[in-house]
Each structure stands twice: as C-alpha cells, then as structure tokens.
C-alpha cells in the first residue's frame, strides 16, 4: 500500500481509526443485545453508546496502551473506558477478541468489495461506451500475435466487457463469502454470550450469521475472497497487454492518452510508452501474489491461531487498494484511449489478402474438393504472398486446380471484409444484451 | 498425476481416448446442426455419427500423425477420416480447432467436478456421521494451541461440515463458470459458422453458450476453477493439520486407523504415525500451486494465444485428480478415525481447573468487580496452577478478595463442564439443519 | 510494509529521500567520469557536487513536479538543478533514466542485504548461546508429531544453527548477485555514454559491472535475491513452528518469553500464547508470496519495459523488511526462550521406555535374530505399553523369546539415555567448529 | 510429467528402477563401512553387494509387498532380501528409512542438475553462434514495446548469453546445495550408527555429509535448488518472449524454423505461428508454480513429518523434467531460429529517423543548449513525425532554432547508423570473453 498506487477512500477502509469505529459498533449492538436479553443494565448499553458514538478515538493512545498490555483489543477497551466511565465493564462481556477483530474484518472486507464492484461499473462503462463506439470499426483478429481474420474494434472491447461482467459477478459471490458476523466467545461455543447477542449484531450491521465460528470466523471465506480478486486482476493484466501491444511501434492501432506536459522519456521525446498499462501489468503479479498467503491462513491449529493476522494486516489493505487502483487506472486508460482505425485498416491489408484464406479454403471444400486438397490449394498460393511475392487473390485466379472448383467472381467474392461481421449484432446482444 | 496419487475414475477423464471421444461428439452434433440449416447434407452428418460413434480411436495412430502434421486436431479429424470416409470432408467445416479443444476442456472440467462434488458429499458424510456420534463428548478447545475452554468433539466436526459445505458450494458455482461451449470459428466472429451450430453442440452437450469467445474460451473461467479447488484442498489441509495434531503423542485424542501388517516406522515398531493426514498436508501444497499458472493463463495475446495449453496439459489432470484423490483419502481418515475420549477427558483436566477462568472473569464481573480488577483476581490464582503450585477452584475459595464477591457455592458453580454445551444443539441446528 | 513490522533501519533504505540521495551520487559519480573523460568540463562536475552534496533535497517537490511531468527521473533531475544551477545541463549526459534507477536499485538492494546478514548473525549467535547451554539437556525426539529417540534439545539449537548459516551464506550469494552497476544509455549500447563511464560508476559505489545491460539491469538478478529471502523465511518458520509446538500446553518444552503486564488473552488470563512465533508464520508466508512476482518481473519485453517497476516498488521494500523484522524477532525469541527441562524429561518418559525400542531392534538382531523376527518380538511388546497395559522392559524380560537373544542385563542396558548422545560432541564439531 | 514434455535421460532418474538402484547402493556402500569398522561381518558386506549388484528389482514385486506393509523402504528391503538371502539381516542396520530416502533423493536432485546443466550449455553453444553470426545486424532496440535505438541482433543474443551464463552458474550451486548424504540413524544422533558410515558412503557416492540432520535432510536445501530452477525457467521465458514478439505480423523480424509438413493452422494455412516459444511460456508457469510448495516443504514439524513427501513427488520429477524439456527446446529454437535482417532493417527505417532523437538531444546539449531547451526542439521536431508528416532530418534542418546550434552537416551526422554499434566489441568482450 503505497501512496503512489492507493486511492483514498479504499486506504480509509484500512486506516485504524476506521477499525476503531467498527470495533466500537459491534461492542455497542452486542452491549444492546446483552441489555435486551437482560445480562447488563439498558443504562449501561445506553452509556456505552453515549460514551462511544461521538468519540474522537485517539490512535496513538491506543497505540500506547497496547505496548504495554500487548493486546490490541484490550487496548481499545481500556481507551474506551476512558469515554464510558465506569458502565466500561459492561462493555465486551462474555465476548473474545475473535468476535471484534474478525467481525470487523469481514466488515472491512465487504466494504472493500463494495468499492470494487463500484470501479468494475465504472470499466463496463467505459468498455460498453468504446464497444459500441468501434462496434464496426475493422481491425485484425490475431491468433499467436499472427494476423488471422478480420474483426472489430468494437468486439474486443465486447469480450473484455463479458469477462468483466463475469469479475462483476464474481465480486458479488465473493462478498457474500464474507458479509458474515461472529459473537460466539471463546473457542466459539456461545458458553458465555447468548446466540442472540450475534443475531443482534448481524442484523444491526448488515451481516449474515456465521454458522459456527470456533473463535475465528474460518478463513475459507476469506482465501475465496482474495482468489476472487487475483482472478480479476488477471483480467485486468489481459486487457492491459492488449493495449501494450496494440501501442507497439509496429502495430499503432491505439494508444492510452497522453496529457501535455507529460514527458515520455528522458532522453528519446518522441516516444509515447504505454505507461499505465505496463504498471497495470506490474500491479496484477502483486494482486496475484496474495492468493497463496491467503490459502495458507486457512490452515489455523485447532479452534484457532493467530497466524493469520499477521499475513492479512499486509495482504489485506494490499490486494484491495491495489485493484482499486488499477481497476480505476484501467477505466480511464480505456475511456481515454486513442484508436486509429486508419492503422487498422493498414495492418489489415499488410497480407496482400491472405487473411481470407480461410474463407477460400471453405469455399473450396463446399464446391466439392476434399478438406486435404483445398488445404494444399490454399496453402501453395498462400506462401508466395507469404514471401512479398504477389497478391493472393491474384494468384489464386491463375491457379489451374482452383479454378476446377470456382470462377474469378466466385473467388473474389471471398475477398469481402463485411462478411466477417454479419454477426456482430448477435454477439453484442449475448454480451450487453443490446445492439 | 502418479499412480499413487491417482484414483482411475478421475484419471480416465484424462486419457487421450475420452479427449478424442469427446471432440467426436462435439463434431458430430455440429454437424448435425450444420446438416439442419443445410450447410452440409444430412446424409453426412449421419455418416459422420454412423462412422464415428462407435468408432474404436486408435491413440498411438493419431500420436504417429501429429507428430508429422504437428497439430493435434488435424490428426484427430485425419485419423477420423479413416472411419467415416469420404463424407469426413463435411466435418469441422467453418470451425476452428479452438471450438473443438476448448469446449472439450470444459466438458472435462465439468465431469471433474461432477466427481470432486460427489467426493466431498463422502466427505460430508463422514463428518456427520463422527458429528453427531460424538456430539457431546468433552475435549479441550484450544486457541495458538493452548487449552483454552472446552469443546465437544462433535463440535469439531460441525465446524468441519460448514467448511465442507461451503466448499461443495462452491465447487457447484466453479463448474457452472466453466460449463460453457463455443463454436464460433476463427477469431469467434461466426464468420464460417452459424451460431445455431453452437447453440444446438452446448444443448446436445449440456453446456450454456459462451457469450463472445474471440476463438479462445476466455481463461478467467478455468482461473476461477482451480482457485476454487486451491480453496478446497486449503480446507482439507486444515482439518488433516487438526488430526496429525490429535495425534500428537502428548494428546492422544484421535488417531488414523492403523490397519493389521501397516508397519509404522522402519526403526521404531510402535509407532503409529499420521502419514494420511500428512501426505494430505503435501497435496495441498501442489493443489495450491496450479492456481498461479491457471491465473497467469487467463493473460492471452489478442484473440488468442497458445500458452495456456502446455500449462492446462499438466496442471489441469494434476489439480483435479490430486483433490480427488485428497478427498477421497480424507473421507476415509474420518469414516474410520479413532477417537479415545477418555484421553479428551485426561487432558480437560490437565490444568487444575484453569480453563474455567473465563467463567470466574466473567462472574466476577456480574458480582459487580470491575473488569480490571476481575482479571487481576483471575490471574493471580491461575498464575500458581500453571506453575503445578495448587488446584484452581481451591485457590479462588481461599483468596479473601475473591471471597468479596463469590461464595464457595458460587465458585464451585463455575467448573461445572456442562455449561459451555448448552449451545450446542443451536450449533447442530445452524450446521446440520437438524440437532 | 506497515509500521508494526517495520525496523526504522531497513525502512530508510526505501524512503524516498535515500533514493534520491544515491540518485545524485550516480549522477555526479557519472560526472567526474564523463568529465575525465573530457566529455563535459571538469568544473561542471565539481559544480555538480558542490549543488548536490549537501543539498536538502524535498521530496514534497519533486513530487509535484513529477506529477506534472510524470517522470520521476525528469523531476529528480529538474529538482537538482534548481541546487547545481546551470551547470545542471552536464548532468546525466548520454544516460538514460534505467540508468540511474536500476543502479540505485541494486544499492537498496546490497545495503538491505547487508542488514539481513546482521540480522542472520544476531540469529546464529543466539542459537549458539542456547545450543550450548542446552547441549545435553534430554528432550524427546520426534517424527510426524511422535515420540521417536532422545535427542538434546542443544541438538535442536544446532540444527536451526546449520540450517541458518547456510541461509547467510545464501544472502551473501545474493548479495553478490545484485551488486551490480549499469550506466549504459538507451537500450544499452554505449553509444552515448563511455564504457568507462560505468567503469568508475561502479567503483565509486562498491559494485560490479553489468556486462550487457540492454538498458535495464536483467531481473533474473532481484528474482535470485527474492527468492532467497523465502527461502530463509521458510527456515524462520521451520524454527518458529517448532517453538510453537513445544509451547504447546501437553507440551509446554519451552515458552516464548513473557513480560510483566503483557495480557495473554482478553478473556483467559492464564493463557500465555507463542503469539511472536505465530506472528512469525504468518509472516513468512508473506515473503514467500514476493516470489513469483519477481520472478514474472524477469520477463520484460524487449531491450525493456516498465511493468517490473510498479510490482517491486510494494515488494522490493516489503520483502526486506519484512524479514529483518523476522529475524530480529527470532532472534529475540530465542535469546529470551524459557526452556524447561523438567518438562522435556516428564515427556520423555511418557511413553513408558517405549522410545528405546529401536536399540532392542538392533540388539536383538545382533544376537543373531532375523529382522523379520526382531521387529515381531520388539512390536507385540511395544503395543500393550502402547495402550498403557504395562512396562516396556519389563515386559521384555518377561518375554520367552526375547530371552532366548538377551540376558536381564543386556536388555536393561538398552535404556541407557546417555548412549543416544555419545556424538553429541561430534555434531556441534561439524556444525560449530568446536563442541 | 506428460510424455509430450519429457525427454528420457531425465525421467529415467526419476523411475522406480533409478530410485530402487540407488537405495541399493547405499545399503551396500554403508554395509562395507559397517563391516570395515566390525559392527557386521566382512561376509555379510560381501553377500550384500553379491546378491544386490546385479539384481533385476521387480518393481511390480515391491509395490505388491509395499501395499501390505505399507512402508516403501521395507517393501525394498524384504524384496532386496529375496536376492541377498539370510545375510540381508545386516543391511540397514542403525539406519532409518530417510538415510535412504533423503540421500537417494538428492543424488537424484544432483544428477537432474548434471542435466539441466549440460542443456544450458547446450543453449549457450546456440547463443554464441546466432551472436556472432549476427555481431552487426542493425535492428531497433525497443524500451517498452516502442522503437527506441538502434541496437544488434547479435546484441540480443549477446544478453541471453550473459543471462544463461548466470543461470548456469546457479544450477552449478543449486548442485552443491543437494549434493549432501545423511546416514545418522534415528532422529540424526548416531546413537545407533557411527558417524564413519555416512562418511563412507558420502565419499563412495560423491556427496558431502550433511552436518546435522535430525534425521531429515533439511528442506531449505531443496527449496533453494527449486527455486533456482524457476529463475532458469523465467530466463528462458524472457527469450521465449522476445522470439514470439519477434514472430508477429507487423515485426516478423525472425521466425521459428517451421518444418516441412507441419500444418500452422486447421483453417489458416498461410499462418506461421511461434507454437514452440508459446509452449516455452506455459511451461515456464509451471516451474514456477513448483516453487512455493517447496518452500513450504521446509517447515516439517519437530525432527521431521513426512508432508513433503507427497509433494515431492510430484514437483522433483515435474520440475526437472520440464525444465529439461525447455532447455532443449529452447537450443533448438535458438539454433534454427529464421533470421530476416532486410525486415529489420525495414522496421530501422520506419520511424523516419526518429530514433536518432536522443543523439540530437545530446548534440543539441554539447552545442550549449539547455537540457530543457534542447528536450522542447527535438520533440517539437519529433512530433509531426511521428504524425506521419515529415522526415525528421528534414524538419530538423528546417528549425531556425535548431540552425542556432548546429550545421546541417552536424545534424546529418546524427543519422549514421554505426554510431550505434562502435561499442559491440567491448560488450562481446565482456560477454563471451573474445569478439
């Protein structure tokens, strides 16, 4: 989490302040639950709630306390008491540290996914806005990195706007892995807190009950969450790479947007470099990275360890501000992006036509030559072009054995780009379900 | 994928002879459906089923012509000729190889999962069965592995169940992610095929329809998959950690049935080692690992690349068979565990009666002690248990602030065992929907 | 890299200010040389360190200009130069910005490398101090969790002693593999910047030549460095899962140190948890999670691309203070252990004398029984002590056929625990160079 | 392993046989140490070797008799047994299965590592000669996929020398640290074997001894040589890259060897596609992937678990096995590589000099412009070229401003492609030791 790549309102989720206010929430419903059910006095919830609500938590009291007492929780509590004054001791009664710390994690974590599934709105939106914008612009489709058949510009956005609607999908999936709330105490037993006082928190801040918690709320939930996120940053590499490499030199079909003043390199000025893309590609190998730290934590000894805090104070905020970020980054990389559907039709027509081959080999066999032979047909008129030395269509019209099987127009027919899109409009209705 | 390892139902999925079957019925049916809008005579697609379906594929033959012809499908469809005859010129027609190995992936991917769901219902099973045989047989929870307050064992297969179930959940989602077919030839543009031929292989083959496939099924799905089972094989590794715990010689509480003629140790006869649960704890460890190189494949150039293959070729058998097989050895470590509840009892009582300071803490609160003071009474007398220096209830009977606050009655109240379970029918209720 | 697990002296080398600082020593350094060289005026170079030397450079404004040019190399220059005057246009003569960065990378590098080896010997000189005061301390051995032979827990130390000298010879390696300088222009051809250049560059700050540097230092280097740092992660976690498992409660071998005030749990005040070795796991998983980014950094395109940056910007300062954090920790852990050795005999004859059942293996074959035999006769003995029915070398003794190989005397001598150290003294030989 | 990706030489080490040999020869190298030092009868050492030198293990045999005793190396010794006859009662004596286990393991890991290194020499013998075939084929240098200046085919080949260089030299430590031989009995005390076995059967096997090894040959070792073999296999896909970026359409500046044949495409004939260094991609996600479990490998429980087994299983042979298919495929795509200087220079010329920019920049700034001021004319120059309106020498000698400082004389001067290439010997030199 470094200043360079994190946006403020996700990094708040993080800051320990935020923790404080959420950890004073879950006391305070409990304390509600606690008075209702009538382990502690109605005065005292209410006193907790007066104390706490507008305080102004000080961090680095806090932080003070806990280097003496070594416990995070137990250094809130006493800073806490500092507001409540002597009902204090009603505060966290028959409850374990778990019940606060992971519940206030999971809070953590669904406010973060929140924000997520707010930045993906924001890439589908800019990814819908350019689909339609390029719906027919013609590009190449590349197998390899090799020039294989015509496409648009507005079906690669199409496929990157499905697999974002998928991490979409995914992003809610993953939130409901970790909306859930524990107040069960020690080793998870309800021994010394009524299931009530859970039922009580959940619902008062939006979570579903943890069926059974053994102290922790088992990290399952939150291995699936940070796989989820790796998964769509992943997607996110995959569309940075497209732009990275529709930006080469050689190929210059578009290119992120570059503000004035912005200097592109220190010594060759003209050189436009696809910055923001290449550190989407960076930031993807870190989102991944905390995938297998998080796989690991699941694995706590008996009804718990601690040794997963240590890895999710890192990973945690980590993971999220990043994808944050680049989700973000990517959104406007894309609304910004500058496409030169001129280039396109430049590299389309490199081949000397040899992009239809496919269409001709086709074409051959329906007129009745075996697949083998059409193969070899197309195949000894493609090399040629291959090598600079000739046109294919061209070449394909003197080819004896050719034409046994079509005529001149029949061959140049085959040549036409529009009927590698008559199915554009079906495809854009499966994705955006419009077209 | 070793022997060892390997359970043959899994396996077979594998085998190039199911690979080939399946990208015959994939032909097939589009065949069929191109013979429907009349892009190929009926009268081949029946040749095509008639010469195919019962067709015995020779493996060896097709490795012999792709290792000239160095391409796979082209192998396929060459050696498939020889079955079908001339009328094999109709097969394939308008697709690409991509629509054949891409939607046979998935079919594989889906029956995998069909198997690891049903393997996690064995394991499922199992921890009901343990659960409720042992719903109320006390042992000691402990947390960072210390005694903390006492559990029930059934309660450790409860937590177990909910993890399971969660993961079978998620397994259910993870294979509908993946059960997607596209035929929709180069670049995915349908240019040479009509959609209707994808639309009539995915129902023929119980598969949905691929929104947009730019050639490649786009790999976000199968990132998703094997994270999914990373998440799984993470769970079974926590409960097997659990168990080679239990087996520890000081605790005693469970061990893996150990069958008649097993030698446990070259050197040391009587030892009975958790070589199961330990062998799960390194399967693990590989399960997870095929989850970097699944999410690294999602990142493909342009409408395709070939990288993925390699990579899928190996970590796709290995990931699935490996968690087949983890499961299926984890149902049985459960069926057939030992479970000496008399060593449960033996360590409950291990510490003089300290696990029951929770309960004095919190008494001593409700006598209106505050919490500080409360702790400080706790543990001054625990302090002297730990150290073997006296009996804990005893202690607190004769400590004259404590005395303030409880009678002996009141003290002698707070070891009492049952307590801590009278939550646990809530619990079965929430796990099992049934207590 | 979050302020708990932070050391002030590692997380210096990372501020901005220390780049900055050896910005400008490679800047001038690379002046004097092109000044010798007579490319650029020998009082430009002097003017260059008379600017620069001292110059409080402010980050703040660097920042912003960097946020107008965004170029961080262009910025720093921009911000020099506002020191140097006009004598500023000298600097940076023919260099290119991965110049300057890859070299200032390498110095962050080899200077935290240098901390991790004085923080390896903090751990080896603790490890020494215990392994001897411990040298014949009897603590039972164990494989898979169980009791195996007597060992000492000296032994113990010395194990973790090797294995953490080879994890500073390790570091001394990567050190190596990362002291390297690269001032070689634009895609790494000289052709604007004399070899020589370089040359008293990397004299000047202690590091060798990068013989082909294609503008960027090549990260199979800084993935060699990386991956060495998980590897000693992983060794800090083999050792802190041992303390953890001796810390447990049937265990309790030994226990992490606990200062006056420190509160083990917020609601069992007896409980005294490993919570510095858990807290060590954890974070080991963290630094072995840096791994494969670095190593997925190495793949740049071309002479270079920029997607390495943003990924070791979070990892490189991670991963390094992550870990001196670590071994710090550890080293205090283990300078502070409680070790109990009453507890460790208590534990060593649990299993009633089971654990010399491999010397009456070995004894009875040498008295001229078969293997096959020896290990029958040692395991229907061993089993009834097993289960808690008796004595292991009483019912020896009282074992016809065990008689028929060995007297009373000869199987009594068998449970010698001093013959299980006889090579005690020539381990700490091996492993200490004294003993 | 898959049969696709799997030379022979490296998979034979990793069969039954292989391991079932090597066991035997430390069986009967420690039999000769134990008879030399008189614990068994010289004869008995004799027979050993007699019965088991020449024996034809019957693998099918040890897995029948290893599924009843379920112990791998019993299920050796009771088969060795059958050739040795009674005096197999004094093989093994003192020693533990893992002597076996672990000392066999690493002569594995050591002869896989003889192999990996005898193929990168095989790449470096590739390298060279491409390099020095191509010494002076001009061809841009590119920094983030965009052209930046001129460098040398040979220049490329020159920096994967240097890199494989490297990697070489870490598979030559990766072999020393697994080049170790544990023979230390029970828990490594030599309490029931002298420490003069382990030394015999060190120096007969060409190890050196393993100075503490508490039974297990510590995993750290291991891990280090695993992690290497991923920073080779990310070189290698560094290499991998640069071919397949190289390959693409607009570039095709070199192409891998495409034998007569081989069929690119099912449907696209013409199409060459870069399917080797594809395949070299997925691969090197693999090797990567077998890093982390190996790390956490390093963390067995106490004197040692069997967890890492499992694993190990499955990565050594996985690991070594593709990366001994990589390297080899790599040399043979290196050596047959299609080179096509006239494209190079087509791609040189296609900026209209613009990559000249940086030489004018520094020329600008030794004619006495201002960094700042020099920056602002070449990019003002640079601009309209990069538009696609106008040559940049042209413009340049146009510029009143750019006429201040230098003649068009000096600026044609900029333009001289050799400029570029003047400092190739020295990096050859550096690289290859001659030029």
Known sequence: MIPRYTRPEMASIWEPLTRFKIWFEIEAHAADAQAEIGVIPKSAAAAIWAGGKEAEFDVARIDEIEREVKHDVIAFLTHLAEFVGPESRFVHQGMTSSDVLDTCFNVQLVRAADLLIADL????????????????????????????????????????????????????????????????????????????????????????????????????????????????????????????????????????YFSEGQKGSSSMPHKRNPVLTENLTGLARMVRAYVTPALENVVLWHERDISHSSAER??????????????????????????????????????????????????????????????????????????????????????????????????????????????????????????
């Open 121 to 256: 709105d924001k890439v589908l939106a800019a990814l819908k806005k350019r689909a339609f914008e390029h719906k027919l612009t013609p590009t190449i489709g590349r197998s390899h990195g090799i020039h294989a058949e015509p496409v648009t510009f507005g079906l690669k956005m199409a496929y990157a706007y499905a697999e974002f609607s998928r991490a979409r999908a995914r992003m809610v999936t993953a939130r409901e892995e970790v909306a859930t709330c524990a107040i069960s105490g020690s080793v998870g037993t309800f021994a010394h807190i009524d299931p009530r006082v859970e039922e009580h928190v959940a619902t008062s801040m939006g979570l579903k009950l943890e069926p059974i918690s053994t102290q922790v709320i088992p990290r399952d939930r939150a291995a699936m969450y940070f796989a989820t996120l790796a998964v769509v940053a992943s997607s996110v590499e995959r569309l940075a790479i497209e732009f990275r490499h529709l930006q080469r030199t050689e190929v210059l079909e578009a290119e992120e």
């Open 314 to 435: 890192m990973l945690a905020p980590d993971a999220t501000v990043t994808l944050d970020f680049m989700l973000n980054r990517l959104a406007g990389v894309i609304d910004k992006l500058l496409v030169y559907p001129e280039n396109m039709q430049g590299n389309l027509d490199r081949l000397g036509g040899l992009i239809h081959s496919q269409r001709l080999l086709t074409a051959l066999t329906q007129k009745g030559c075996s697949r083998e032979e059409s193969y070899r047909l197309v195949q000894r008129n493609a090399m040629p072009v291959w090598r600079g030395e000739g046109d294919f269509q061209t070449l394909l019209k003197n080819d004896v054995d050719v034409k046994k099987y079509m005529s001149d127009a029949e061959i140049a027919e085959q040549f036409d780009l529009g009927y590698h899109f008559k199915h554009v409009d079906t495809i854009f209705q499966r994705v955006f379900g419009e077209s």
